[in-house]
T-cell receptor
Framework: EAQVTQNPRYLITVTGKKLTVTCSQN?????MSWYRQDPGLGLRQIYY???????DKGDVPEGYKVSRKEKRNFPLILESPSPNQTSLYFC?????????????FGSGTRLTVV | AQSVTQLDSHVSVSEGTPVLLRCNYS??????LFWYVQHPNKGLQLLLK??????LVKGINGFEAEFKKSETSFHLTKPSAHMSDAAEYFC??????????????FGRGTSLIVHP
């Protein structure tokens, strides 16, 4: 089944403790992206990647890091999480399709930083 | 540059009545337009998409949307609401056919409430 898999689904952590949210897709998509969703703000892009070893900042990159060493994986790293990073996070992927296809989203990771 | 405005943060309908969720966009390029649905505690699912073919687009679960270039709109409709349609809906725009530009812009979402 074609899908984007995020782990974990739920995570509670303490301020300053480094964490990684994993994202993996099995569709050989070139494009991958991370979003955070907050009430009233919709989805905001954190980072995106056009292909292996090619990453760039989205709208809200502060406090986050990413890497794209393999095509299928795009982990999101919070080096020193803070309470304002409490949010619902989504990973998405898309093929290099010039706009024809949509995006496939993961099921989300609900992160709480206390 | 591109932007998306979902004109209503909440829409409330009775089961069996029509649904209208409004979306206006702006884009410097010819756009691709999408509607996604998010049910509680779930990820986003693609409902339908417009990519410069037919202006009236049919999607899953009886939804459809019409691309109106003159009005820069892409409103989502359904003739008869079902309780299972209660969810958050997102309108999304991205450039069509501009090579490496895959950056989509999301609307802030419209919460559809369906009353029995």
């Amino acid at each position: 089944e074609a899908q984007v898999t995020q782990n974990p689904r739920y995570l509670i952590t303490v301020t300053g403790k480094k964490l990684t949210v994993t994202c993996s897709q099995n569709m050989n998509h070139e494009y991958m992206s991370w979003y955070r969703q907050d009430p009233g703000l919709g989805l905001r892009q954190i980072y995106y990647s056009m292909n292996v070893e090619v990453t760039d900042k989205g709208d809200v990159p502060e406090g986050y890091k990413v890497s794209r060493k393999e095509k299928r994986n795009f982990p999101l790293i919070l080096e020193s999480p803070s309470p304002n990073q409490t949010s619902l996070y989504f990973c998405a992927s898309s093929s290099q399709d010039r706009g024809v296809y949509g995006y496939t989203f993961g099921s989300g990771t609900r992160l709480t930083v206390v | 540059a591109q932007s998306v405005t979902q004109l209503d943060s909440h829409v409330s309908v009775s089961e069996g009545t029509p649904v209208l969720l409004r979306c206006n966009y702006s884009s410097s390029y010819s756009p691709s337009l999408f509607w996604y649905v998010q049910h509680p505690n779930k990820g986003l699912q693609l409902l339908l998409k417009y990519t410069s073919a037919a202006t009236l687009v049919k999607g899953i679960n009886g939804f459809e949307a019409e691309f109106k270039k003159s009005e820069t709109s892409f409103h989502l409709t359904k003739p008869s609401a079902h309780m299972s349609d209660a969810a958050e809906y997102f309108c999304v725009v991205r450039p069509l056919g501009t090579g490496g530009s895959y950056i989509p812009t999301f609307g802030r979402g419209t919460s559809l409430i369906v009353h029995p």
